[in-house]
């Protein structure tokens, strides 16, 4: 099974009889898990109408560059960015030439030179056309910037003739697509993550807990899964989906959690703690649900073990990988907790009232002794990305 799971693939149809199997593409793109947009050349257009796109998409389809309504509500440039990769099926011919030129006199041309996601061709024409010098050499400068190709295959043509230039089927285009994301980075190495909050008992119907949603942990460990790592989750009770080819282990308590690790961290090469662990839990647990006979009511606390430390100081200890969450003066803190937990990297945001926590999109500071890296806002399956790339980077020094 392949998977695109929660990546935004931006889908340029240009104009080309193949643009009818465009319409299965959606189909297979959005069954592996993708939000799909659909942007339509004029030659396009004449082919297939935006209102199919829109019915399997889901989503408006992109015509117009200079349409002052279509740019307000989703423009050319936040569409670039919205990208993760951009796939161009059918790529016409008249297509493939605009792209070399780097010409932006509509909306997929532009798209294409605003974003810096990866763009795949699948090409479509007459063979005549694909064997055509100037096509070659467009496609040459194509793959030299990095484009990727996808095909053509061979065999009958709608023109009648035979030869180089069908376009691939949807469920390969799919299947190339979703290779895009497998860097196979990590590949042989095995990831340990903890996300979540953890719930801290109370009595049998209370805890102590926080805001984390997880998020954030999910996305790095889909990234190491997708980097081709083995990847073990350790998470505490959140509402997400497991990222697929991601094994889960669901825990409460931050002990919990702690010995899970502990029984999980000899065979892993990498440990990353994005977990929200509760730093104190009640000392004692009512047997029985708290009745409310005073007005006050004192809950001694207990340290809970520092899982992260604890990890960064085993004899064998992985790379370890800390999150900082500080409502003021990050860099300082994350810098202090760099050196008191002994880690080899933090990647630390502001948290508070709407930022971090529960939203999609984060920030990171990425600290290790050596070096410091901004990452900007972005979402936070592209963050995820980043740093499992600078993680397999510095694990590999
Ligand atoms: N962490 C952990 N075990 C704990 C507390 C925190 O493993 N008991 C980890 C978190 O997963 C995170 C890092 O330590 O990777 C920093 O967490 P944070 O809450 O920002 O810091 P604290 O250690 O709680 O320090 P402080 O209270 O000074 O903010």
Redesign the pocket.
Known sequence: MISLNNKHILLGVSGSIAAYKSAELVRRLKDAGADVRVALTKGGAEFITPLTFQALSGNPVHTNLLDTEAEAAMGHIALARWADAILVAPASANFIARLAQGRADDLLGAICLATDSTIAIAPAMNQQMWANTATQENLQQLRQRGILQFGPGEGDQACGETGPGRMLEANQLAAHTANIFETGLLSGRTVLL?AGPTQEAIDPVRYLSNHSSGKMGYAIAQAAAEAGAKVILISGPTALATPPRVERINVRS?QQMFDTVMQHVANSDIFI?????A?YRPINIAQQKIKKTKDTLTLELQR?????AAVAALKNAPFTV?????TESLEQHAQE?LER?GVDMIAANLVGEGIAFEADENALLVLTAENKQQLATASKFMLGRQLINIIAKQHHI
């Open positions: 903890i931050a703690s994005t977990a929200a662990v730093d809970n073990p520092d899982i992260l800390g999150f900082a969450a500080e907790k937990k």
